[in-house]
Nanobody
Framework: QVQLVESGGGLMQAGGSLRLSCTASGRTFSSYAMGWFRQAPEKERKFVATINRSGNRTYYADSVKGRFTISRDNAKNTVYLQMNSLKPEDTAVYYC???????????????WGQGTQVTVSS
């Protein structure tokens, strides 16, 4: 069992940057691949980025490739999502998730955080 808590969301103007953090409880954080998903109002939750257990493999949705960077610090039980060149269409609730392998699908993750709101104004 692992509990995930996201932080770092907020209101930002288009073109700005935010860094989201997700801290996990427990001592097995390095056993999990981690992912970020986002859900805009009245839309389904969609994949953003994922990183493997050691942090040497990452995958991104086409919509964020080149702008967002996922990373992790296993010593701090934390995964990050650095978001640059933000656009209004990035507005969503962002969720981190833990699973047993990298995946672009929600079903690939067993544990989810409560989400953090990111709002990008034009």
């Amino acid at each position: 069992q692992v509990q995930l808590v996201e932080s770092g969301g907020g209101l930002m103007q288009a073109g700005g940057s935010l860094r989201l953090s997700c801290t996990a409880s427990g001592r097995t954080f390095s056993s999990y691949a981690m992912g970020w998903f986002r859900q805009a109002p009245e839309k389904e939750r969609k994949f953003v980025a994922t990183i493997n257990r050691s942090g040497n493999r990452t995958y991104y949705a086409d919509s964020v490739k080149g702008r967002f960077t996922i990373s992790r610090d296993n010593a701090k039980n934390t995964v990050y999502l650095q978001m640059n060149s933000l656009k209004p269409e990035d507005t969503a609730v962002y969720y981190c998730a833990a699973g047993y392998g990298v995946s672009m699908f929600r079903t690939g993750y067993s544990y989810w955080g409560q989400g953090t709101q990111v709002t990008v104004s034009s």
